[in-house]
């Protein structure tokens, strides 16, 4: 680990020039090393777009939340009481069947890791259905409007099953 010393304006070495990748390392470099930490895995800006037009139908939600306890996946958005879960998918991690194009470099691991993250997308569906969770899942390519429209249907639906349900009770 590279210490930095407060108040010091000599240059000081960057820690990603010092990295050497472990044996057998997808990361052949520090360059490749920095570009995947920077890729975020939420907060997208197809993400933000449909949170914006969602919230201004009156509709809350938790972000990056966990629908079930026990499992060990988040949604992107979560509509707690209406039990419904939103994912929106990166075309190229989720394996698009219109835009992804398999990658030139290291394609083995890439094209695996793509194929291990589609095949965890449908156990979280199966998981979420089994527990009565309705699953919601769009492209980050889908207009935006198209999607907040189609989640304030269904969590109101939900809503409105909900409030018949406990009426009749």
Request: hydrophobic share 35%; charged share 30%.
């Amino acid at each position: 680990m590279v210490t930095r010393p407060t108040g010091s304006n000599e240059p000081q070495p960057s820690p990603a020039a010092d990295w050497v990748p472990p044996t057998g390392s997808w990361a052949s470099s520090a360059a490749r090393r920095r570009n995947m930490q920077a890729i975020r895995n939420r907060d997208t800006k197809p993400e933000w777009l449909i949170r914006k037009l969602v919230h201004a139908r009156g509709l809350r939600y938790r972000v990056a939340a966990k629908p079930l306890p026990g499992l060990r996946r988040t949604a992107d958005m979560v509509f707690g009481p209406a039990k419904v879960a939103v994912f929106i998918d990166g075309c190229y991690w989720h394996g698009c069947p219109e835009h992804y194009v398999p990658p030139k470099t290291n394609p083995g691991y890439w094209s695996d890791k793509v194929a291990r993250n589609v095949a965890r997308d449908r156990d979280t569906d199966q998981r979420l259905a089994e527990a009565g969770w309705t699953v919601l899942r769009f492209w980050e390519h889908e207009p935006s409007e198209d999607c907040a429209a189609r989640i304030a249907a269904e969590v109101e639906k939900r809503r409105n099953a909900a409030r018949k349900g406990t009426a009749g009770s």
